[in-house]
């Protein structure tokens, strides 16, 4: 993909775009459960949010988790950069009668037009390449209310290089460092496939 002189966000935009958007379209969506994953479930067990509280959903994909939580009175934004996914969970919502803002945009550009209460990030983070993770910290910090919520399941791959990359948890601990994020008991394991696993955290916003 040719850089534009003078465009460096814009060109990195298209290349995520282009290249998630191509997953899509090639139907290689592994990741993809089909429904809501059991970290939802286990967030809505340990969250002190409820019903009417703003949720952004980083890189939701098909977003099974964006219907959950809105049938459950949330209010939620989910945010993707590939239009494919974003268009199918536009007409799943409209097809269930259930109300979200579904976005299509790049996450490392986006903000919300005002604090929200918490964000839900389920392999998310760890689909943008390291290089790119402070810029995201940076991004999850500024959409936060102050005392808001990270819920984050930190991807388990045991191995180099990705998507989706290895978030070892003391590198997560240095990247949402103590002074910025109260990190509270790890809450659970979400397995995947092929050994890769979630270990699932709760990260207030100071
Ligand atoms: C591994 S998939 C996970 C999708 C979903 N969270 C799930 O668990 O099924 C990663 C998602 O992040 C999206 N994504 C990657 N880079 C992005 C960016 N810079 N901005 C917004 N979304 C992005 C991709 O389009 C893709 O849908």
């Known amino acids: 993909m040719p850089i534009s ?24 969506t592994r990741w993809d459960r089909g429904a809501p994953s059991p970290s939802l479930e286990r967030w809505l067990e ?8 703003r949720i952004v959903v980083p890189g939701c994909g098909f977003g099974h988790e964006v219907p959950a939580l809105a049938s ?13 996914p974003v268009g199918h969970l536009r ?24 604090p ?30 102050e005392g808001g919520e990270l819920f984050a399941c930190f991807m388990q791959t045991g191995r180099e290089g990705g998507p989706p990359y290895h978030c070892a948890v003391p590198t ?8 910025r994020w109260g990190w509270q008991d790890e809450v659970g394991r979400t397995d995947h496939t092929n050994g890769k696993y979630e270990q699932l955290f709760s990260l207030i916003r100071r």
């Open 5 to 28: 002189e003078g465009s460096p966000v814009d060109s990195e935009v298209l290349d995520a775009e282009t290249d998630w958007e191509a997953r899509y379209q090639a139907g290689s």
């Open 172 to 179: 997560m601990r240095q990247l949402f460092p103590a002074d």
């Open 116 to 145: 929200v209460d918490g964000i839900y990030d389920q392999t998310s983070l760890c689909a943008l390449a390291p290089e790119q993770w402070s810029a995201y910290e940076a991004k999850l910090h500024g959409w936060l209310r």
């Open 91 to 114: 007409r799943e919502l409209a097809q269930a009668g259930l109300e979200a803002e579904v976005v299509q945009a790049d996450m490392l550009a986006w903000q919300p037009e005002g």
């Open 72 to 84: 459950r009175g949330f209010r939620v934004i989910g945010l993707d950069v590939a239009p494919t």
């Open 46 to 53: 340990v969250t002190a949010l409820g019903p009417g509280s």
